[in-house]
């Protein structure tokens, strides 16, 4: 039987490797576009600062537990990426794709996110890390979805 201990870890790491999935996209994303979308490569760059501030705190909370922090990313998060680059050969990188792969990158962030949660007996201060990196994560969840909204058919 998994002890609390062991869940909290757990699911810290998984957290850990939901933020490493989301710098690698990212990274892949501001590869798939062209010059004149410099703005989405500021943006891009400020979620892979943001998630690797995220996993910093994460990686710290792991340490204190006296737990390994996980480097690797999830299964998921690497068929994301492998299904952004088939995508991209037979799209092109037009900026509505790109958007829309950062997109399904960002829902499986939340979907990640809301079943941590979901789990019983997190301590309180790991409960409230957990919902603050999610509201922020929302947020550029709802920018990147805006964004995509606004690209023409």
Known sequence: ??????MTTTILN???EINNDRIVGYQKAIEEL?????DLKVLFTGMIAESQTYKMALASEIS???D??????TNSGKIYRAWMDLKAMFTGRD???VLENCEFGEDAAQKAYRMALESEGLP?????MILTQKAALKESHDKIKSLR???HM
């Open 124 to 128: 309180s201060n790991i409960r409230e």
């Open 1 to 6: 039987m998994e002890t609390t201990h062991d």
């Open 95 to 97: 900026r509505k794709t």
């Open 68 to 73: 390994k922090v996980d480097t690797g990313t």
């Open 64 to 66: 204190a537990l006296g």
């Open 149 to 151: 909204d606004m690209q």
């Open 14 to 16: 998984d957290l850990v």
């Open 34 to 38: 062209t010059d004149s979308d410099s």
